[in-house]
Nanobody, 117 residues
Framework: QVQLVESGGGLVQAGGSLRLSCVAS????????MGWYRQAPGKQRELVAN?????DYADSVKGRFTISRDNAKNTVYLQMNSLKPEDTAVYYC?????????????WGQGTQVTVSS
């Protein structure tokens, strides 16, 4: 079994910062990519940032958010600076594993980020 556990969410004022962490445990090998998605009320889940051989960011967070990964700890981080009320959402950790040419996708339980104006 593979488990992803997020932490670091909370309530912050606009302009503030938060750092999300996601620790992966279980039968893990050949991590293809790790990333963060978010889902605001009434909206679809969207990609925030992804890290594999390179990093990708949603246009709305470029220059404000930074994704990083500690392979030794099977952990991915999301440093969020200059937060805006529109960043309010549940943030989900995502991991893609490759086994025998098949890609498996795993999700964390989500962590709430609320940015007040």
């Amino acid at each position: 079994q593979v488990q992803l556990v997020e932490s670091g969410g909370g309530l912050v004022q606009a302009g503030g910062s938060l750092r999300l962490s996601c620790v992966a445990s279980g039968s893990i090998s050949s991590i293809d990519a790790m990333g963060w998605y978010r889902q605001a009320p009434g909206k679809q889940r969207e990609l925030v940032a992804n890290i594999a051989s390179s990093t990708d960011y949603a246009d709305s967070v470029k220059g404000r958010f930074t994704i990083s990964r500690d392979n030794a700890k099977n952990t991915v981080y999301l440093q969020m600076n200059s937060l805006k009320p529109e960043d309010t959402a549940v943030y989900y950790c995502n991991m893609k594993l490759k086994r025998s040419l098949i890609t498996y996708v795993y999700w964390g339980q989500g962590t709430q980020v609320t940015v007040s104006s």
